[in-house]
Each structure stands twice: as structure tokens, then as C-alpha cells.
């Protein structure tokens, strides 16, 4: 079954140009019934989760692919797996006028099981082949517009993946020559008896390696690639920003620290504080930037720069609330992130205006679409009975029970980064639905509310967002059952 969900979408893609569609309402009933066909597999594997590791590929030795679902790779493939078919139902109609879009759904419908395959790793190198490959399946989608904006915006993207991937092997590497297996073991693989020489040494590889996956989460100083991403169509920003290629650098980042290196090696140690001053320092910086942004998608990448780290620091506090913390925010920020995305591209969709001064208006215009907006903007700022405050409040207090001083510092831009996010987004509401008295309404008047393709996943998302903030428990519960039983 492993396979099987991983292969589907990829098989699905590869089909496309093959088969002779007589409209596209032929070709999205197609892609949508596979998706949705793969997500219920999905779904059905997590609740008859397989004991048994899957080897497709045996190179030599230790070294293979091999799948296989734990705790974490089924809370990953669970989210993937619930908001890829609302994501690729959104898409339809946004790529109604577009050119090229049967090549559109072929990487997008793609990178599904790409996903997939990094959350069902089994060992590291499966997951860094499949990491690499998402980046060659999303490239096309980043230069989708073949605009000289979105050629540059791909090269961007590409430079900096592949550095990132340069840096991630070294780390690879590393763990598989002094570790006792290649596979995830919860602890950490590092044979402490034959490392004590080098210890200084697997600390800065981890370093390295932190910043390799990272690139994928945008921290800084490799945050440049996700603003310039926005040039390409929305449903791509979404799933850059919010389910796909961020979500998966953080997911790895968790897995080579939790998993590989393991937490007792690195707690108390220089390369903990070096990696937690970095998560601290790009909190601040993104939404800073996010403040000073005019540009509505290229505002929310900002936001998601910040938003990404916030997940990072839960993972280098290095204790088991902050994995709850990383974790649940992983899943409750991809519902806030995608909810907001979203609704910037169907205002972009339906008016043609790209900057926050031109949403004057719009939300009595359109307003679900600007009430969803506003839904996730709000817990983005982490308003309580939304789900974004219970992220947060996970990791607050995962923070101060660890004790250490970057980790109040990291208290402190969490604060911080809340009155920003305040500012930055509820600006954007204020503008849509009271944009002053002089406003002439007569500007907007051509104005209407997107199709129900749009709109029911914007329903659905900010109905869960609000759901999970007010009924957090079992989404916890769950999240505290797949830590449990670290070494730290």
C-alpha cells in the first residue's frame, strides 16, 4: 500500500498526455477522482498502519529504498493526503484561462507522491532522493508563466536548492558512515563510542545539515527564493507555502534531528545555539519584512518565512514538547497558510489586483472569500479558539519549561512576531471592508465572488481552523502519542 500511494499520483501525471480528453471537465474529473482516490488509500493505510518497512531498491549494504510508516511520516502524509485533493479542486478553476495547463497538472499532480514519499522514508537516504526529487517536479511549476519574472524566479529557486541539497548530502554522508544503520530510529543512530574525537566535528556537519534542509523552509539567509516563488499561479504558492516544499524541509529537519543525529548529542551543545539563534533571528526577520511588503502573495511569503521557523524552533528546543509544539504547528499552519493564499489568488483571480493598496473594497464585494481571509488571518496572529494560538502556546511553553536563554529570547520574538503578524494582516481586512468614507464604490462594482471550486476550499479550511481551535485535544493527543518514546 505504501508504494501504491506513492506511485498513483506520479502514474496519474504520467498518463496525462497520453490520453485524449475531450474538454478540460474531462481531464479534472480524471485528475480529481485519482487524487481523491489516493488521499482514501492514504487514509485507510493510516488506520491500518503496516508494521512492515517496504524495500523497493537495495543498492549495496545498508543503502536502499525503503518505506515504512511511523509516527511522524503519518501525521505528514495524513496532512498531505486531506489537503491535496481541496488544492488541486481550487486549481481547476483558477487555471480555466490559462495555457499550458495540462502540463501544469502534470508536475502538480506529481508532486503529490513525490510528497508522499518523503513523509513514508524509512531511512535517510530514501528521503533525501526524494527531497531532491521534489524540487525537480515543482522547478517547472515555479516558471509555469514562462514570464522573464518567472525564468528568474526558477533559477532563484534552483541555485539555492541545490546549494541546500549540497549541504543536506554532507550530512547524509556523515550519518551513514558513523551511524549503526541508515534507517530512523527514534534517539538517534550515532555510535557515541566511536565519535567522541570527532564530536566538534558531526556538530558542525549537523549545523550544515540543519541549513541544508532548511533552504526548503526558507530560514535565513536562504529565505530569497520564497518571495520571488509567488510569481507562479497561486495554486503553486499554496503548496510551496503551505503543504509541499516548506512543510517537507521542516519535516526533514525534524527527522536528521530527532532521528539521526539525536537529541543527547546535541542538547546544551554550541551547534544547539547556533541553529536556535538562527530560528530567532528569521522569526523577527520575516515578518518584519512581511510589514513592509505591498505586494499581497509576496506579504504572505513573508509571513510563511516566519511562520516556518516557529516549527524550527520547536524542533531545535530539542525536547519532547517542542516536537509537539513543531508538529502542531506543521499541521495547524498549513491550514491557516493555505486558507490565506487561496484567498489572495481568487482576489487576484477575479480583479487582476496584486497589491494591498488595491484591495480597498473588496471585501464588501467579496466577502467569503475576505471572511475566510479574515478567519486565517486572525489565527495567524494567534487569536485564542483558533487553532494558530494553540500552536503557539505549545511551543511558549515548551520553551520556558526547557530553561535555556535563547529559548526565552525565542519566547520573546514569538510575542513579537504575534503584534507584527497583527499588523501586517488585520491591515488587509481593515482595507477591504472599511476603506474610508471617501471610498467610491463604483471602482469595485464589477466585482463578484469566485466559482464553488474556489470557494468550498476556502470553506473547508477555515472551518477547520476554527474546529481546531476550539477542539484541539484529539489533534494533540495524537501528536504527543507520536513522541512518545524518545531518547533525550
Given at each position: 500500500?505504501?508504494l501504491i500511494?506513492?506511485?498513483?499520483p506520479?502514474?496519474?501525471a504520467?498518463l496525462?498526455?497520453?490520453?485524449s480528453?475531450?474538454?478540460?471537465?474531462?481531464m479534472w474529473?480524471?485528475?480529481?477522482?485519482?487524487?481523491?482516490a489516493?488521499s482514501?488509500?492514504v487514509?485507510w493505510?493510516?488506520?491500518?498502519a503496516?508494521?512492515?518497512?517496504?524495500?523497493v531498491f537495495?543498492?549495496?549494504?545498508?543503502l536502499?529504498i525503503?518505506?515504512?510508516?511511523?509516527?511522524p511520516g503519518a501525521?505528514?502524509?495524513?496532512?498531505v493526503?486531506?489537503?491535496?485533493?481541496?488544492a488541486e479542486?481550487?486549481?481547476?478553476e483558477y487555471m480555466?484561462r490559462?495555457?499550458?495547463?495540462?502540463?501544469f497538472?502534470?508536475?502538480?499532480?506529481?508532486t503529490?507522491?513525490v510528497?508522499?514519499?518523503?513523509?513514508l522514508?524509512?531511512?535517510i537516504?530514501?528521503?533525501?532522493?526524494?527531497?531532491e526529487?521534489?524540487?525537480l517536479?515543482t522547478?517547472?511549476?515555479?516558471?509555469?508563466?514562462?514570464?522573464?519574472?518567472?525564468?528568474?524566479?526558477s533559477?532563484s529557486?534552483?541555485y539555492?536548492m541545490?546549494g541546500?541539497?549540497a549541504f543536506?548530502f554532507?550530512?547524509?554522508?556523515?550519518?551513514?558512515?558513523y551511524?549503526t544503520?541508515s534507517s530512523?530510529?527514534p534517539?538517534?543512530v550515532?555510535d557515541?563510542a566511536?565519535i567522541?574525537e570527532?564530536?566538534?566535528t558531526l556538530?558542525?556537519?549537523?549545523?550544515?545539515?540543519?541549513?541544508g534542509?532548511s533552504?526548503?523552509?526558507?530560514?535565513?539567509?536562504?529565505?530569497?527564493w520564497l518571495p520571488?516563488a509567488?510569481?507562479?499561479?497561486?495554486?503553486?504558492?499554496?503548496l510551496?507555502?503551505a503543504?509541499?516544499?516548506?512543510?517537507?524541509?521542516?519535516f526533514?529537519?525534524?527527522?536528521v534531528?530527532y532521528?539521526?543525529f539525536g537529541t543527547?548529542?546535541?542538547?546544551g551543545t554550541?551547534?544547539?545555539?547556533m541553529?536556535?539563534g538562527?530560528?530567532v533571528?528569521?522569526?523577527?526577520y520575516?515578518c518584519?519584512r512581511?510589514?513592509?511588503?505591498?505586494?499581497?502573495?509576496?506579504?504572505l511569503?513573508?509571513?510563511t518565512?516566519s511562520?516556518?521557523?516557529?516549527?524550527?524552533?520547536?524542533v531545535a528546543?530539542?525536547?519532547?514538547?517542542?516536537?509537539?509544539?513543531?508538529?502542531?504547528h506543521?499541521?495547524?499552519?498549513?491550514f491557516m497558510?493555505?486558507c490565506?493564499?487561496?484567498c489572495?489568488?481568487?482576489v487576484?483571480?477575479?480583479t487582476?489586483r496584486?497589491?494591498i493598496?488595491e484591495?480597498?473594497g473588496?471585501?464588501?464585494?467579496?466577502?467569503k472569500?475576505f471572511?475566510c481571509?479574515t478567519?486565517?488571518?486572525?489565527?495567524?496572529m494567534?487569536?485564542?479558539?483558533?487553532?494558530g494560538?494553540?500552536?503557539?502556546?505549545?511551543?511558549?511553553?515548551?520553551?520556558?519549561?526547557s530553561?535555556?536563554p535563547?529559548?526565552?529570547?525565542g519566547?520573546?520574538?514569538?510575542?513579537?512576531?504575534?503584534?507584527?503578524?497583527?499588523?501586517?494582516?488585520v491591515g488587509?481586512?481593515v482595507r477591504?471592508?472599511?476603506p474610508?468614507?471617501?471610498f467610491d464604490?463604483r471602482t469595485?462594482e464589477?466585482?463578484?465572488?469566485?466559482?464553488?471550486?474556489?470557494?468550498v476550499?476556502l470553506a473547508?479550511?477555515?472551518?477547520?481552523?476554527?474546529?481546531?481551535?476550539?477542539?484541539s485535544?484529539?489533534?494533540?493527543?495524537?501528536?504527543?502519542?507520536?513522541?512518545?518514546?524518545?531518547?533525550?
Open positions: 500500500m505504501m500511494v506513492v506511485i498513483l506520479m502514474f496519474t504520467l496525462l498526455p497520453l490520453l480528453f475531450r474538454s478540460r471537465k474531462a474529473i480524471y485528475l480529481e477522482t485519482a487524487v481523491c489516493n482514501v488509500l487514509w493505510m493510516l488506520f491500518h503496516p508494521d512492515k518497512t517496504l524495500t537495495r543498492f549495496m549494504h545498508d536502499s525503503t518505506l515504512r510508516l511511523d509516527g501525521v505528514f502524509a495524513g496532512l493526503a486531506f489537503l491535496w485533493p481541496f479542486l481550487y486549481s481547476f480555466e490559462q495555457e499550458n495547463a495540462e502540463s497538472f502534470l508536475f502538480y499532480t506529481a503529490y507522491g510528497t508522499l514519499g518523503v513523509a522514508s524509512e531511512n537516504l530514501t528521503m533525501y532522493f526524494f527531497f526529487m521534489l524540487s517536479v522547478l517547472p511549476l515555479v516558471m509555469h508563466t514562462r514570464t522573464r519574472e518567472a525564468t528568474l524566479a533559477r529557486y534552483l539555492y541545490l541546500g541539497a543536506a554532507i550530512g547524509m554522508i556523515f550519518v551513514l558512515v551511524g544503520t530512523f530510529v534517539g538517534g550515532l557515541m566511536h567522541q570527532k564530536k566538534d556538530l558542525l556537519v549537523y549545523v550544515l545539515c540543519f541549513g534542509f533552504v526548503k523552509t526558507a530560514m535565513w539567509p536562504f529565505s530569497a520571488r509567488g510569481v507562479a499561479p497561486t495554486p503553486v504558492t499554496a510551496l507555502h503543504v509541499a516544499v516548506v512543510n517537507t524541509g521542516a526533514a529537519v525534524m527527522r534531528t532521528y539521526s543527547g548529542m546535541l542538547r554550541w551547534a544547539q545555539d541553529v536556535m538562527l530560528v533571528f528569521t522569526i523577527l520575516g518584519s512581511a510589514l513592509k511588503e505591498t505586494h499581497f502573495k509576496r506579504r511569503a513573508w509571513s518565512v511562520n516556518l521557523s516557529y516549527i524550527l524552533f520547536g528546543l530539542m525536547t519532547p514538547m517542542g516536537m509537539t509544539g513543531a508538529l502542531a506543521l499541521v495547524f499552519h498549513s497558510k493555505m490565506s493564499f487561496l489572495a489568488g481568487a487576484i483571480h477575479k487582476g496584486h497589491f493598496y484591495l480597498d473588496l471585501g464588501r464585494k467579496m466577502p472569500v471572511g481571509f478567519v486565517a488571518a486572525l489565527a495567524l494567534g487569536v485564542p479558539g483558533l487553532c494560538f494553540v500552536s503557539k502556546w505549545y511551543l511558549a511553553r515548551a520553551a520556558v519549561e530553561g535555556e535563547l529559548a526565552y529570547a519566547v520573546g520574538a514569538l510575542l513579537v512576531s504575534a503584534l507584527l503578524t497583527a499588523i501586517y494582516m488587509i481586512v477591504a471592508f472599511f474610508g468614507r471617501d464604490y469595485v464589477d466585482v463578484r465572488e469566485p466559482g464553488w471550486k474556489m470557494l476550499p473547508v479550511l477555515a472551518a477547520l481552523t476554527l474546529c481546531f481551535g476550539l477542539h485535544g484529539p489533534v494533540v493527543r495524537v501528536l504527543e502519542e507520536c513522541v512518545r518514546g524518545f531518547r533525550y
